[in-house]
């Protein structure tokens, strides 16, 4: 099973449809009380000079967050990219559960079959990428032979 960053990380950058897809057969509670109700704000996303060097602001990104609470008092939190307060209602509620006994059915049901997909997605825009590389090597002139 993967760790709470992991888990977080899976349901930020699964699109709010492919989350509510997962979610159709699961029972998911309704008594749950809103910590925090979605806002909506944004964030500066920061960039390094070659990836290793000097960092700067590539430039704002909308973000929506939200924070919910279970009967039991387990506390979820989510932020997610874009304006869908559905898709961070939804993405907090499964934080929630996933820290819960729950967890392993909430895991095989939502968190496995997304990152699946997410793995398979970016393998394929990888093999895209792939196929534009060019190797450039030097030659070394036979002048002065």
């Known amino acids: 099973m993967l760790n709470r960053r992991e888990w977080m990380s899976v349901l930020a950058k699964s699109s709010a449809a492919t989350v509510e897809a997962a979610c159709a057969d699961l029972a998911l509670p309704e008594n749950v009380s809103e910590l925090r109700t979605p806002e909506i704000g944004s964030v500066m996303v920061r960039g390094r000079v070659g990836a290793t060097g000097d960092p700067f602001n590539l430039g704002e990104m909308t973000v929506t967050r939200c924070a919910v609470r279970l009967e039991d008092g387990t506390i979820g939190y989510s932020y997610v990219q874009g304006r ?33 997909l997410m793995e398979h997605r970016n393998r394929s825009v990888k093999a895209r990428a792939d196929k534009t590389k060019v190797d450039f090597f030097t030659m070394v002139r036979g002048e002065g032979s």
């Open 84 to 116: 869908d307060v559905s898709h961070a209602k939804k993405a907090a509620l499964l934080d929630a559960l996933l820290q819960t006994d729950r967890a392993d059915e909430v895991n095989a049901a939502v968190i496995e079959p997304l990152r699946s």
